[in-house]
């Protein structure tokens, strides 16, 4: 059993900024990966920001320089900071990771159930 965790989301103004977490808990032995993804009303589900267990990270192009992507190994817990925030950043963000469970030699996917982020005046 494996459980991820959102929190951290909420209605701020643009140019704002919140802090989004995601903890994973459970049967885990390590994470290889953890993104963060978003769906906004009426538009297809799409990568945020993404980091491996040695560091690398990837972001969309909407966001690169303005959010930060970034994990705590030993508390199994990623975060998005997210700056500078537009309405257009108005969706449900949603935790993804790449969990290795004990006793198992590959890991398997799993999504929290999200936290609505509202960017509005």
């Known amino acids: 059993q494996v459980q991820l965790v959102e929190s951290g989301g909420g209605l701020v103004q643009p140019g704002g900024s919140l802090r989004l977490s995601c903890a994973a808990s459970?049967?885990?032995?390590?994470?290889?990966?953890m993104g963060w993804y978003r769906q906004a009303p009426g538009k297809q589900r799409e990568l945020v920001a993404s980091i491996t267990s040695g560091g690398n990270t990837n972001y969309a192009d909407s966001v690169q320089g303005r959010f930060t992507i970034s994990r705590d190994n030993a508390k199994n817990t990623v975060y998005l900071h997210m700056n500078s925030l537009k309405p257009e950043d108005t969706a449900v963000y949603y935790c993804?990771?790449?969990?290795?469970?004990?006793?198992?030699?590959?890991?398997?996917?799993?999504w929290g159930q999200g936290t609505q982020v509202t960017v509005s005046s």
């Open positions: 459970g049967s885990i032995f390590s994470i290889n990966y």
């Open positions: 993804n990771a790449d969990v290795r469970r004990y006793y198992s030699s590959s890991g398997d996917f799993y």
